[in-house]
């Protein structure tokens, strides 16, 4: 931990606005690796957060919603050929819910992670 913020104490940091930001992310439910917090708010690594996943649940509840069909290349798949995907990416609020769950096939889900 020192370490990190050694690394990084040439950079201003606004205090307070950090410290909201990480109350924030200790919050956030899709937030597994609370321990990455930090790390997170000074690398803006999101792997560093262990972002929680879509459950079996919410793909299924997705994928009926769409009636099986990619929602990028309109086409139908097997529930088993096809991905989940936040709508809105978890980074600009999208929470980990089945409301927030797409899926796509895994072609489209590799080109759009490609992007
Ligand atoms: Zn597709």
Known sequence: MLSLFNRFNNKQFDAAAL???IKRLMEDEDVS???GIYEYVLT???RCLNIRTFSDKMKREAYERQNGV???CKKAFDIAKMEGDHLTPWSRG???LAENCQRLCKDCN???AGK
């Open 19 to 21: 410290e909201m930001q």
């Open 70 to 72: 990619c929602v990028h």
């Open 110 to 112: 590799r080109k759009k």
């Open 33 to 35: 690796n609370k321990r």
């Open 94 to 96: 999208g929470a980990t």
């Open 44 to 46: 803006g690594d999101e």
